[in-house]
């Protein structure tokens, strides 16, 4: 029988089920995936205004490809001011530089630009599992957030300030890299259990790595542990992949 996991999750504020006068300005906040695109309206505080949002990731996840699921999004959630989008890759000055798990154009995208471009809005890119870690972090310390998605995102923060470019999935570990073993990947190839000690073994390697003093589990594929992490990991809601993005725009005047 397969142990019931105590995660002690994070989760996000809740979704307003009644119309209530929303604190601008808002952000269209979206978090592009491998498997979906998905997006939400925030106000000012980051709390949700909206539903959520969910269109499945192009088979073919070209940038036109996801830019027209973008744009279904976009008329799904109308009258907002700005925009933050998560992606999963390296993202500096709002060009995409890797995405693996996507398709190879890609690389070196200029998706903020074309954002505003199509949108008329003003727009931030960052990694997706930053953005998650501004989410969650409490800005006290060394804290790390790794997303298990379809691969495997990560970020590290040191009293709340985001130390960018980290790709621990593309890491050398055992004979592959983290994400061969603990994304999607090394799910279906191993089976649950293995997947499951792999992820106990990456817990205690990274603390030795990064001697972090919180560890945040995020992602769709966190729904398959089945063991109790410890006092000084918390698995969080996925949906903080989308609410952590007005973080981007703190400095909105």
Same mark, same amino acid.
């Given at each position: 029988?397969? *142990? ?7 989760? &996000?504020?809740?979704? /307003? ?35 959520? +949002?969910?269109? &499945? ?28 989008? @998560?992606? *999963?890759?390296? =993202?500096? %000055? ?17 998706? +903020? ?8 809005? /003003? ?16 800005? $006290? ?7 298990? @998605?379809? !691969? ?7 009293? @709340? ?8 999935? %593309? %890491? /050398? ?9 603990? !994304? ?7 089976? $649950?259990?293995?997947?499951?000690? #792999?992820?106990? +073994? ?11 003093? %919180? ?9 398959? =542990?089945?063991?109790? &992490? ?9 949906? #903080?992949? =989308?609410? @952590? ?9």
């Amino acid at each position: 029988m397969t *142990p019931k996991v105590k995660t002690r999750a994070l989760k &996000p504020a809740s979704t /307003p089920k009644k119309a209530t006068p929303a604190k601008g300005p808002i952000t269209l906040a979206i978090d592009i995936g491998g498997s979906g695109l998905k997006a939400m309206l925030l106000d000012a505080n980051g709390k949700p205004v909206s539903e959520r +949002q969910r269109v &499945p990731t192009p088979a073919v996840p070209t940038p036109l490809a996801v830019l027209k699921g973008l744009d279904k999004l976009r008329l799904l959630l109308p009258g907002f001011d700005r925009v933050s989008a @998560g992606f *999963p890759g390296v =993202i500096k %000055h709002g060009i995409t530089y890797t995405a693996v798990n996507l398709h190879p154009k890609w690389m070196n995208f200029p998706l +903020q630009k074309e954002l505003e471009k199509r949108w008329k809005k /003003p727009v931030r890119v960052a990694n997706d599992a930053s953005i998650q870690g501004y989410g969650v972090v409490r800005g $006290k310390g060394v804290e790390l957030t790794l997303t298990l @998605g379809t !691969g495997m995102g990560s970020a590290l923060f040191t009293d @709340g300030r985001l130390c960018p470019g980290l790709e621990l999935g %593309h %890491h /050398p570990w055992k004979t592959k890299t983290y994400e061969d073993y603990l !994304g999607r990947r090394g799910l279906n190839k191993f089976g $649950k259990k293995a997947w499951n000690k #792999f992820i106990k +073994q990456a817990i205690a390697q990274t603390s030795a790595t990064f001697n972090w003093d %919180h560890l945040y589990i995020g992602g769709g594929n966190t729904k398959k =542990i089945t063991f109790d &992490p410890g006092p000084d990991v918390t698995i969080v809601s996925n949906e #903080f992949g =989308i609410t @952590g993005g007005v973080a981007l725009w703190r400095e909105w005047k």
